[in-house]
């Protein structure tokens, strides 16, 4: 099976094309900066995995995917190869959008935007906060502790 759930940033515009096809079909390519689950010394570090979504996925990212915003992606690998112009033979990988969702609300993401234009690359850097829930933020999500002293207090 070849099943890829991914949570990230945008880290730029998708860029979309359109096919040559008697029935032009779109394809957009744009990338996420996924954050890594552990800090090595303290600092967080991302992946950075190239996205390629075909058709009505490719046109719906290319009107509502701007950078810097939090997209959740279902798809699959793939991988391919090609020799460039000097005859070196390189190699690609890149996820096919089976499914893409917003992942932050519109809100949240214009505030985020709008108070630091470098505010993802900043905020990704930053581990959350960890404190009690309260009665929730502007964007509707409440921050859930990870503070188990013992196997009682574990949620499920």
Do not use: C, W
Not at 39 to 50: C, L, T, Y
Not at 102 to 112: D, H
């Amino acid at each position: 099976m070849n099943k890829v759930i991914l949570m990230g940033r945008l880290t730029r515009d998708p860029e979309v094309r359109y096919s040559q096809a008697s029935e032009p079909l779109a394809i957009a390519n744009y990338s996420l900066a996924v954050n890594r689950r552990f800090a090595r010394d303290g600092q967080q570090s991302a992946d950075f995995i190239n996205m390629v979504a075909f058709g009505r996925d490719g046109e719906f990212a290319g009107k509502y995917f701007k950078k810097g915003q939090l997209v959740a992606v279902v798809g699959r690998i793939q991988t391919g190869s090609y020799d460039d112009k000097d005859g070196n033979k390189r190699y690609t990988t890149e996820v096919v959008v089976e499914e893409q969702h917003f992942a932050e609300s519109k809100r949240s993401f214009e505030e985020r935007d709008s108070s630091d234009v470098n505010s993802f690359e900043k905020t990704a850097s930053k581990a959350p906060a960890q404190s009690a829930p309260k009665s929730g933020s502007a964007d509707g999500f409440v921050p859930m502790s990870t503070d188990f002293d013992d196997d009682d207090d574990l949620p499920f």
